[in-house]
């Protein structure tokens, strides 16, 4: 939920909003978004893709990493500051690592939805991971059991790859061979 809507936050700002709160914030283009706290459900599903994820990629010239971690999305076609936390991020360029944050584009996204933040993630994060290049964009329901794929075409635009509720294997297409096991990630 975007924490003000009245005016336009600079960078700086931001960084000092952040010093002073245990909040997750996250910045785009002047909008400060607030984080809620996430439920028991939403850190067991995180950590189940997490195992996923990472024993898949031990091999693999890609990493994971789950919240709270800085992703500064960059790209040469397009202005303007947006530093997003997403619940996991695959990032296969290790160009744009600093000791702090990664800056650049992560190939695959997972966010995990939140009853107080689905459209941030629905709507906001979608175009924004779309604009920017993202090729896999995971939507994780918890709340229903779901896992939704949106894989970039060549048109630069999502297209729904895979959606699974409940039970069944969701795979990704840009990580040839790797799939999860929804009555596994989502087992209480």
């Not at 924490?3 to 910045?27: G, P």
């Not at 997003?84 to 650049?104: A, L, M, Q, W």
């Amino acid at each position: 939920m975007a924490l003000r809507h009245d005016s336009f936050v600079s960078l700086e700002k931001f960084y000092e909003m952040r010093e002073k709160s245990e909040q997750l914030l996250e910045y785009i283009d002047g909008v400060v978004y607030m984080s809620p706290s996430p439920s028991t459900k939403h850190q067991r599903v995180l950590s189940r893709l997490q195992l996923q994820f990472g024993n898949f990629l031990l091999d693999a010239p890609c990493e994971v990493f789950v919240a709270p971690y800085d992703i500064e999305l960059k790209s040469e076609k397009i202005e303007g500051n947006k530093i997003v936390i997403p619940d996991i991020s695959v990032i296969c360029d290790k160009n744009g690592f600093t000791e702090t944050k990664y800056i650049g584009v992560p190939h695959l996204i997972v966010e995990i939805l939140s009853p107080s933040n689905q459209s941030h993630d629905l709507v906001t994060k979608l175009n924004l991971y779309m604009k920017y290049g993202v090729k896999e964009y995971w939507i994780v329901n918890p709340m229903i059991n779901s896992v939704t794929v949106y894989v970039l075409n060549d048109a630069g635009m999502y297209e729904q790859f895979a959606v699974k509720s409940e039970k069944g294997k969701v795979s990704s297409k840009i990580l040839n061979g790797f799939h999860v096991d929804l009555e596994y990630i989502f087992a209480t």
